[in-house]
Nanobody, 129 residues
Framework: EVQLVESGGGLVQAGGSLRLSCAAS????????IGWFRQAPGKEREGVSC????????YYADSVKGRFTISNDNGKNTVYLQMNGLKPEDTAVYYC??????????????????????WGQGTQVTVSS
């Protein structure tokens, strides 16, 4: 059974930083695309960033390019999202998701939530102005 557990959320002032972690278990970590998504109240869930656990390819939404960095530690089956220069509009529940989809699908869909079958419970990130 695939399990994903997020941690690292919290309250931070604008301009601050947080690092989210996604601990994965129950699947072969090397063969998956691992993505970070976020959902603010009243808004649709949007893809933020994704990494290929097989070759380290990464993809970022335009809204976070240059501020967020995704990385993985295959030895620990963990994916991280380093978030710098946080803005109030980054406030949302952040989710980790995984699926053995081709990287071409991730890019073509711009990290589309419907492409990912396994999800964590989410962690709240609140950025105050």
């Amino acid at each position: 059974e695939v399990q994903l557990v997020e941690s690292g959320g919290g309250l931070v002032q604008a301009g601050g930083s947080l690092r989210l972690s996604c601990a994965a278990s129950g699947f072969t970590f090397d063969d998956y695309a691992i993505g970070w998504f976020r959902q603010a109240p009243g808004k649709e869930r949007e893809g933020v960033s994704c990494i290929s656990s097989s070759d380290g390819s990464t993809y970022y939404a335009d809204s976070v390019k240059g501020r967020f960095t995704i990385s993985n530690d295959n030895g620990k089956n963990t994916v991280y999202l380093q978030m710098n220069g946080l803005k109030p509009e980054d406030t949302a529940v952040y989710y980790c998701a995984a699926d053995p989809i081709p990287w071409s699908t991730v890019v073509a869909g711009r990290i589309r939530a419907a492409d990912f079958g396994s999800w964590g419970q989410g962690t709240q990130v609140t950025v105050s102005s």
